[in-house]
């Protein structure tokens, strides 16, 4: 079983950014596909991004497109996800997500995850 534990969240004006990390407690991270999903009050839990084992693939939901860029250091084994350009709709907790996985492919959905962390909540003032 990984551990995750994200951190970065708070509150922030629309229009700007935050950086979100998520720390894994695993030797084989680079064998992890990544996903950061968000829930709002009353909302189902919504994919945000999602990255392979290296960065070379991603994927991203089409409310944060153009704004949002996920990455990965597999020699810390963390991911992060920036968040620029931020609006009062972006206000949720924030999930990282891991799951091993022998091939790179984006994992898009929370049912393909079967690790995640403890959420870190984003709140974003208009």
């Known amino acids: 079983q990984v551990q995750l534990v994200e951190s970065g969240g708070g509150l922030v004006q629309t229009g700007g950014s935050l950086r979100l990390s998520c720390a894994a407690s695993t030797r084989t991270f680079s064998m992890y596909v990544m996903g950061w999903f968000r829930q709002a009050p009353g909302k189902e839990r919504e994919f945000v991004a999602g990255?392979?084992?290296?960065?070379?693939?991603?994927a991203y939901g089409d409310s944060v497109k153009g704004r949002f860029t996920i990455s990965r250091d597999n020699a810390k084994s963390t991911s992060t996800l920036q968040m620029n350009s931020l609006k009062p709709e972006d206000t949720a907790v924030y999930y990282c997500a891991a799951s091993y996985s022998p091939t790179n492919r984006v994992r898009t959905t929370p049912g393909e995850y079967t690790n995640w962390g403890q959420g870190t909540q984003v709140t974003v003032s208009s």
């Open positions: 990255i392979g084992w290296s960065g070379g693939r991603t």
